[in-house]
């Protein structure tokens, strides 16, 4: 028997159905009326292509079949096609098909790209969040760096001034300006710390008790103190409903503060005249099983918030009014919202052209203060603690922050000693068995401030330790009194924080 080349044991037609058949997309031979002749997925129940198109896409597709002869050429269109629930795209494609018959016929395939569709999807709405971001960032950056020069220049030409200068009035009144330059600086600095926080959640919410009487009363000192603050034409009001011993709340004392001085900062800034009021009501919630909850207002009679800026105020980097000379960071009411929903609360505005703004957010009212007696830390002025005879160690590599802390303590009459990295300082205890406190800054260099404080720990347990945290990075204070520090201060440091913390450690 000769041997035949092997293409004859299989015909033409029988290669093309297995191949057919093969496909995993839908491939089918159609008439004129998209009535499906023949499909490599004979089990499915399709009869005409019009059955899985929406309307519109039949309309393109319909001439198309019509065409006359010399049209018809190879077509392909993307089309979301209904074979189940969902829409899903397609790449369809069509080309003549002409078999032996006169009758015209189209080969169809579908192929599915719904994947290759979301993608794209995806890369636009990113790259259009991406340049939204990128603008917001510019004229962020821009601002940014108008604010920190502002105060930068006044401290660095008032310090100028002052070397120069004889007169003892003028360098006092030169000191002021730089002091408030520089809390102008830090509030900045804050702000952008904070933001950054809140974008990366890192920022946490401590619980503890809050007399929120005391905190309205000294938030209206310092406001009444701002240089700020148009004296003669605006007053500033306090409500505080709640007496004394039932004005105790749970929550964050330090974010509550920081809300109310942003909304503060942002009256003073736009209010000439009238009144600025700064205080709470209770309210009963219905819903909530009685609890009821306590709503923190700042109101102002000052320019108001055009109804086209409401909504945009709480953005980042947003300021209302670009190009008026009271700004200031841009994040403050970004940074109010994001901690208020931290809080469990909303904030709420209420303002319109010329009439003024009340800005107010709600917190449940955790705990009702059951007669409790408010610490008496009401007392501003500090006492000097009297330390002669006691021995500090100082763990700081900056010799501008020791300085500084030096001449703080100068008139505590205590004896200090200097050290500028943390070996440096368990060093000194393993030599000096006598110092009676130690404050330690986290961040130094060869050994920083935990493992010093943790070495330190089990070489005199009772040696009271306080961490110096810069504290813009949270968890900075929960690793310090993790790795066995007594008590923190944040800095820049508070001359009566400081002084209450050392009477208490050293005067007992």
Partial sequence: MSHHSNSHMF????????????????????????????????????????????????QRIEPAL???????????????LLFGEEPIWHLVKMVPFSAESEERAFLMSFYN??????????????????????????????????EIRTPMNSIIGFSDLIQRSCDEEEKRQYLEIIKSS???????????????????????????????????????????????LQKETVTIITHKPLADNQAVILSDQTR????????????????NRGTIELGYKVEEEKLKGKIPT???????????????????????????????????????????????????????LQSGNGKGSEFSFTITFLQRGKGLLVSNQQQREVEVPELKGCSILIAEDVEANYKFISAILKRTQVKLTWVKNGKEAVEAVINNENFDLILMDLRLPVM???????????????????????????????????????????????????YNKLNFYLNM
């Fill in 11 to 58: 015909s033409h037609s029988e290669i093309f159905r297995s191949l057919f058949e093969s496909l995993s997309e839908l491939v089918c031979i159609v008439d004129i009326e998209g009535k499906i002749v023949l499909s490599n997925q004979p089990q499915n129940p399709w009869k005409n292509i019009g059955q899985f198109m929406q309307t519109t896409d039949w």
């Fill in 66 to 80: 019509h065409g006359s002869g010399e049209a018809i050429l190879a077509r392909e269109w993307e089309f979301e």
């Fill in 113 to 146: 790209i719904h994947k290759i569709k979301q993608r794209e999807e995806i890369l636009v709405k990113a790259r259009e969040q991406a340049e939204a971001q990128e603008r917001i960032k510019s004229s962020f950056l821009a601002n940014m760096s108008h």
């Fill in 182 to 228: 520089g809390q102008y600086l830090l509030n900045i600095i804050n702000d952008i710390i904070d933001f950054s926080k809140i974008e990366s959640g890192l920022l946490d919410i401590k619980v503890q008790r809050v007399d929120i009487n005391q905190l309205i009363d000294e938030l209206a000192g310092i406001y009444n103190s701002d240089t700020r």
């Fill in 256 to 271: 509550i503060r920081q809300i109310l001085s942003n909304l503060m900062d942002n009256a003073v800034k736009f209010t």
């Fill in 294 to 348: 306590i709503r923190f207002f700042v109101k102002d009679s000052g320019i108001g918030i055009p109804d086209a800026e409401k909504e945009l105020v709480f953005n980042r980097f947003h300021q209302a009014r670009e190009g008026d000379d009271a700004l200031g960071s841009g994040l403050g009411l970004a940074i109010v919202k994001a901690l208020v929903s931290k809080l469990g609360g909303k904030v709420h």
């Fill in 448 to 498: 920083d401030g935990y493992k010093a404080s943790e070495h330190i720990k089990t070489l005199q347990p009772k040696l009271p330790i306080i961490a110096l945290t810069a504290f813009a990075v949270s968890g900075d204070m929960e690793k310090a009194l993790e790795a066995g520090c007594d008590d923190y201060l944040t800095k820049p440091i508070s001359i009566p924080i400081l």
